[in-house]
């Protein structure tokens, strides 16, 4: 067991003095890793606790940059982060919080071919991720390699916490055996967040893990707590392991890495020509010519903050009462925030007997990466 210094001996005085940790606990802490997906909104919360509480390596996966909009809950970075990988920022933090932390980065997007490799060597996942795929590919993953892991997840103004550890309970496709149609997801424009909820259930995945390394306690393993910030009440319900579940079950169908992208629906990032059109290709059209209208189906508060120049606002909601506002004869590019949206927008079009509709790949956020650096991203 990994000893203990004398300023750890200081520093985590109040846990020594733990019945249920004192300085055994505390060694284990230290010999722990913990690998957090995601270092955003409930990644910053478990992070800088587990960096408290003294958990010796800690496991950053994030492939995005600080921008500003993430400040109102990501409370891992700040405002002279903003443009910094997250996974640099983070450590930063986290160096700043506990110097005696060990801080390991994955600048990566979890993928089928890397997530085994990456979460083999820890010993507790928490899944801080914000999309579909990669919560079901984490899973897969974990069920696969004997990994417990913490799942939480955040929308508007309720978030989910529980504990997922095969087979000695359900794991996340017990609860969720499929994901819900795409255009039935809100993105983070459309949904929205309180910004202090990823706090609160952040902080209770930083618990759980504590406890997992610990052995202490009740676990939320076959328990989903359910958390509204509106009523201030929790409830908790009783979660079971499925004998047919396609990953855990007693004959699994899925006994490795599958397609996640296509099995949540979501597009391949392929882009097609007649479908899709990248920023810097349709920057060239607009330099060689007078280019396609845009329309720009995004909320009015997100257009004031940034648009391309030339562009006509109709949010998505609008677009079906103000179809006739528009020529089904003009080849048009939707644009959204980062492409969900635009691609509604332009399969709803092209149903309606629109020829010539693509959707700008990546949205604004990536127009603003690539074509326009000065403008402002949220």
């Not at 929308?155 to 017990?174: D, I, K, L, N, T």
């Not at 179809?323 to 635009?342: K, M, N, Y």
Request: proline share 8%; with cysteine; glycine share 10%.
């Amino acid at each position: 067991m990994t000893r203990l210094s004398q300023d750890e001996l200081v520093r985590y005085a109040r846990h020594l003095s733990l019945p249920h940790v004192g300085r055994d606990g505390q060694e284990r802490l230290k010999a722990a890793r913990v690998l957090i997906v995601g270092a955003g909104g409930l990644g910053s919360p478990a992070a800088l606790y587990l960096a408290a509480a003294g958990v010796g390596t800690l496991g950053l996966v994030d492939a995005d940059r600080v921008d500003l909009g993430n400040l109102q809950r990501q409370i891992l970075h700040d405002t002279p982060g903003v443009g910094v990988p997250k996974v640099e920022s983070g450590r930063d933090r986290i160096a700043n919080l506990n110097p005696l932390v060990r801080v390991e980065t994955h600048p990566v997007r979890l993928h089928a071919a890397n997530a085994a490799e990456i979460l083999a060597p820890y010993d507790v996942i928490v899944d801080g991720s914000d999309n579909f795929p990669t919560r079901y590919l984490v899973n897969d993953t974990c069920v696969w390699l004997g990994k417990p892991l913490v799942y939480g997840s955040i929308f508007r103004f309720e978030g989910q916490v529980s504990v997922f550890h095969a087979p000695a309970g359900p794991c996340y496709r017990c609860l969720y055996a499929e994901p819900p149609p795409p255009e039935l997801v809100p993105n983070c424009a459309e949904g929205g967040v309180l910004g202090v909820l990823p706090g609160i259930i952040g902080t209770v995945q930083a618990l759980e893990a504590i406890k997992l390394v610990l052995g202490i306690g009740t676990t939320l393993l076959g328990r989903l707590l359910v958390f509204d910030a509106l009523d201030l009440a929790f409830r908790e319900l009783q979660l079971r392991r499925d004998p047919a579940c396609p990953v855990c079950g007693d004959d699994p169908t899925i006994t490795e890495p599958i397609d996640y992208e296509q099995f949540c629906g979501f597009e391949s990032s392929t882009v097609e020509h007649d479908t899709e059109v990248t920023p810097v290709a349709l920057a060239a059209e607009f330099a060689a010519g007078p280019g396609p209208a845009l329309l720009d189906v995004r909320e009015p508060w997100e257009w004031e903050i940034a648009r391309i120049d030339g562009s006509r606002l109709v949010p998505l909601g609008d677009l079906p009462a103000r179809l006739e506002q528009l020529d089904a004869r003009t080849p048009i590019v939707t644009i959204c925030h980062h492409g969900a949206r635009s691609a509604q927008a332009r399969d709803f079009l092209k149903a309606a007997g629109f020829g010539g509709v693509r959707s700008l790949s990546g949205g604004i956020d990536e127009w603003a990466r690539t074509v326009a650096p000065g403008m402002a991203r949220y």
